[in-house]
């Protein structure tokens, strides 16, 4: 599917990269404007004591925008709401839908908010469930409805019906995968932008995790590696 112009909408600096890195570079080759909105300040992304919650957010709105121009994202833009304090509640809502009504993308994509774990060995993070949350809640009432946040419409910000929503999600979830072979060498290296994060991960070797996981979700298609989404069309 063609898009002229999408919103990835994440909690945290690298998040989208995880998530959907593969596909934001084939739709930005293909032509399609691609901003980002990144809810939270990335402050809780490291655990070592040299750094404070103030500077660990500077660095990484820097490795966010460095791995943005690795995947030709057009602009990153940040809320800053708290890392590690998110709630899908109405001051999220109308920040994300002020960025919504702001682009008028065809397609917005966000983090799946029912997953809550992946296997046994990864518990989901309330902040990505509390994003995709409120992209609910912004697609479903909140950025097409006149009456919804009037401030928003005194700010000159008109009410926009989302077309498409892509949420990134388990393969065993999905009813899209988008094959990202042409991309992964690029998907992989925006993530390597968010140093810090990979650094505060451990013994993560990149390359192949990325490729190993790539490679299951696209288990059983005709394809090498995939990201995959659960997608929906909201325009008749």
């Not at 393969?171 to 995968?177: M, P, S, Y």
Request: glycine fraction near 6%; aromatic fraction near 8%.
């Amino acid at each position: 599917m063609d898009f002229e112009r999408a919103l990835v909408v994440f909690a945290h600096p690298d998040d989208a990269e995880f998530l959907c890195g593969g596909t934001i570079a084939r739709w930005t080759e293909a032509g399609t404007e691609v901003d980002y909105v990144c809810a939270t300040d990335g402050s809780a992304g490291w655990n070592g004591p040299d750094l404070g919650r103030e500077e660990i957010a500077a660095v990484r709105a820097d490795e966010l925008r460095a791995a943005a121009d690795v995947l030709g994202v057009k602009e990153v833009r940040f809320l800053g709401f708290v890392d590690g304090t998110l709630q899908p509640d109405l001051e999220l809502r109308k920040a994300v839908t002020r960025e919504v009504r702001r682009v008028r993308p065809d397609v917005i994509v966000a983090p799946d908010p029912s997953l809550l774990w992946s296997g046994r060995s990864y518990i989901n993070h309330p902040d990505h469930r509390a994003v995709g949350e409120a992209v609910l809640a912004v697609v479903a009432c909140d950025a097409p409805t006149r009456p919804q946040f009037p401030e928003l419409l005194e700010e000159g910000f008109e009410p926009f019906t989302v077309p498409a929503l892509w949420l990134s999600t388990e393969h065993r979830e999905a009813d899209t995968k988008v094959d990202i072979g042409s991309t992964i060498e690029r998907k992989i290296e925006a993530l390597e932008a968010h140093t810090t994060q990979i650094a505060n991960m451990g013994d993560f070797d990149v390359d192949a995790r990325i490729r190993e996981w790539a490679a299951a979700i696209a288990e059983s298609e005709d394809m090498e590696y995939a990201e995959a989404f659960r997608t929906f069309l909201l325009e008749d």
